[in-house]
């Protein structure tokens, strides 16, 4: 596995419907830097579109346990950027690990805020 890590930013951020199919609700952000850009997102199936039968591999109890992890990690990212809200990660310095060309692991720059 080829490992590198890169100095970018959080070019734009959101909170709202995206991953698979639009169908998921969470945050979403472009990470960029020079000559490279990708997408992060986390939430989960968001519960207007999906609704939970006896065919989904999750619970409901599942879902409810990932959009309190997913508000947590927003929580974590507004502190550690020292901003009150999303839009405001815009902008923000990032540092990105990737793995054969796969964003692994992401953080804020703390030390540059």
């Known amino acids: 596995f080829m490992t590198e890590k890169v100095l970018g930013k959080i070019e734009s ?41 006896s065919d989904c591999k999750w619970t409901e109890e599942e879902r409810d346990a990932s959009f309190s992890d997913t508000v947590r990690y927003v929580s974590d990212l507004l502190n550690t950027a020292k901003v009150a809200s999303v839009d405001q990660l815009a902008g923000i310095p990032v540092e990105c690990e990737f793995e054969d060309n796969s964003l692994k692991t992401f953080r804020i720059l703390e030390e540059v805020l």
């Open 13 to 53: 951020v959101y909170f709202g419907l995206a991953g698979y199919q639009a169908s998921q609700i969470g945050i979403q952000m472009v990470l960029a830097g020079k000559g490279w850009v990708t997408v992060y997102f986390k939430g989960y199936w968001d519960p207007s579109k999906i609704k939970h039968s």
